[in-house]
């Protein structure tokens, strides 16, 4: 069955350091595509970064990366020189082809402090 | 830009009432979505549609239905409300395809409150 899993409610991390969130999945579509939003206390979700099943290179948007281990069903996001504004829950979602079903994890608050 | 609107940002209604839920996305966008937001469970996903008349359980379809009449507009039902339902509820629209620019674009949610 389609599932994300993000083990991490919550995370700490200095200003200009860089930060990991952690993402698995589980599908059994090969053709797939992954999607990381960010949502700030004023509730909008922000698009940050997408990677497809078949792409051979992880995607970078910035400063935002996507760390893709295929074998490994998990597709972590990796925030470099973390700014006081990335403070904002996180959440990796998944689309399968065969469906277009869109699903999402429980999510992870970052905090980022001076 | 993208838009998607919901129709009410804040609600409140009585149990057993008939609730409607409105949104409406400017893009041509075949596939819509509905998710309710609690705090710890994430966006789980109620219904959704990926064309006119079409729609599909999400996984928590329980005690709510939807109505996709024209390709703009999504609505979700709640036919009886009940204190369970109150939640944050948030709309979606992406393209039905796959690859790159099909990420959901959302609206500004819509805060239920039964009492």
């Known amino acids: 069955a389609q599932k994300i899993t993000q083990t991490q409610p919550g995370m700490f991390v200095q200003e200009k350091e860089a930060v990991t969130l952690d993402c698995t999945y589980d599908t059994s579509d090969p053709s797939y595509g992954l999607f990381w939003y960010k949502q700030p206390s004023s509730g909008e979700m922000i698009f940050l970064i997408y990677?497809?099943?078949?792409?051979?290179q992880n995607a970078t948007e910035g400063r935002y990366s996507l760390n893709f281990q295929k074998a490994r069903k998990s597709a972590n996001l990796v925030i470099s020189a973390s700014q006081l504004g990335d403070s904002a829950m996180y959440f990796c979602?998944?689309?399968?082809?065969?469906?277009?079903?869109?699903?999402f994890g429980t999510g992870t608050r970052l905090q980022v402090f001076p | 830009d993208v838009k998607v609107t919901q129709s009410s940002r804040y609600l409140v209604k009585r149990t057993g009432e008939k609730v409607f839920l409105e949104c409406v996305q400017d893009m041509d966008h075949e596939n819509m979505f509905w998710y309710r937001q609690d705090p710890g469970l994430g966006l789980r996903l109620i219904y959704f549609s990926y064309d006119v008349k079409m729609k599909e359980k999400g996984d928590i379809p329980e005690g709510y239905s939807v109505s996709r009449e024209k390709k703009e507009r999504f609505s979700l039902i709640l036919e009886s409300a009940s204190t369970n339902q109150t939640s944050m509820y948030l709309c979606?629209?992406?393209?039905?395809?796959?690859?790159?620019?099909?990420?959901?674009?959302f609206g500004q949610g819509t805060r239920l409150t039964v009492v």
């Open positions: 979606a629209s992406s393209l039905g395809r796959e690859g790159r620019g099909t990420e959901a674009f």
């Open positions: 979602a998944m689309r399968e082809r065969n469906t277009d079903k869109l699903i």
């Open positions: 990677q497809g099943s078949y792409d051979q």
